[in-house]
């Protein structure tokens, strides 16, 4: 079964630190991978997304995640982390349910705390 | 583009009544919406996929005769809870997808739902 984990439920960085979250996933086929953002009582704001090719892929809001096959990771960094990066943050993978549609298998998320 | 919006933004009602909740696409026709619900501090748990002009797939454990989908139009679905219980109090977020096929949702802002 399709699942995906995120290790880390709660980080806290310090405002201009970089970031790493972490996130891997378990695919029996080639997978379709996204982070998303979720601030307080808000929906999910796509950050970025990975289908094929470069894995290495550049999302909104100066965010990156690298695909590693090898270790079925997708984890998302920022280089310097802005106090409006606090949020939850949660992995996704895409899988097909059935003729050409496709669900979302989330992760549990991982909170991000910035202290000033 | 690609904007999802939901009605009401939060709605509080009695144990036993029904309540309705609106997901609209705004600038797209979408094929397929989603209905998720989120628990406090959790991910997000899909409970059903709806295609516009067919009945409403239901993720296992769902009861589909207490969550009502319709998917009337191609820019509307809704969610009725029926005979609403405080177990019933979440977080209620939509999703919508454009094409068939395609892998990308895009969220609403969601529902919470308090039963009392």
């Known amino acids: 079964a399709q699942s995906v984990t995120q290790p880390d439920i709660h980080i806290t960085v310090s405002e201009g630190a970089s970031l790493e979250l972490r996130c891997n996933y378990s695919y029996g086929a080639t997978p379709y991978l996204f982070w998303y953002v979720q601030s307080p009582g808000q929906g999910l704001q796509l950050l970025l997304k990975y289908f094929s090719g470069d894995t290495l892929v550049q999302g909104i809001k100066g965010f990156e995640a690298e695909f590693k096959r090898s270790q079925s990771s997708f984890n998302l960094r920022k280089p310097s982390v802005h106090w409006s990066d606090a949020a939850e943050y949660f992995c996704?993978?895409?899988?097909?349910?059935?003729?050409?549609?496709?669900?979302?298998?989330f992760g549990k998320g991982t909170l991000l705390t910035v202290n000033p | 583009g690609a904007v999802v919006s939901q009605h009401p933004s939060w709605v509080i009602c009695k144990s036993g009544t029904s309540v309705k909740i609106e997901c609209r696409s705004l600038d797209f026709q979408a094929t397929t919406m989603f209905w998720y619900r989120q628990f406090p501090k959790q991910s997000l748990m899909l409970m059903a996929t709806?295609?516009?002009?067919?009945?409403?797939?239901?993720e296992q454990g769902v009861e589909k005769d207490k969550f009502l989908i319709n998917h009337a139009s191609l820019t509307l679905s809704t969610l009725t809870v029926t005979s609403a219980h405080p177990e019933d109090s979440s977080f209620y977020i939509c999703s919508a997808r454009g094409s068939r096929g395609s892998y990308e949702q895009y969220f609403g802002p969601g529902t919470r739902l308090t039963v009392t």
């Open positions: 996704a993978v895409a899988r097909q349910s059935g003729g050409s549609n496709y669900k979302l298998t």
């Open positions: 709806s295609n516009e002009g067919s009945k409403a797939t239901y």
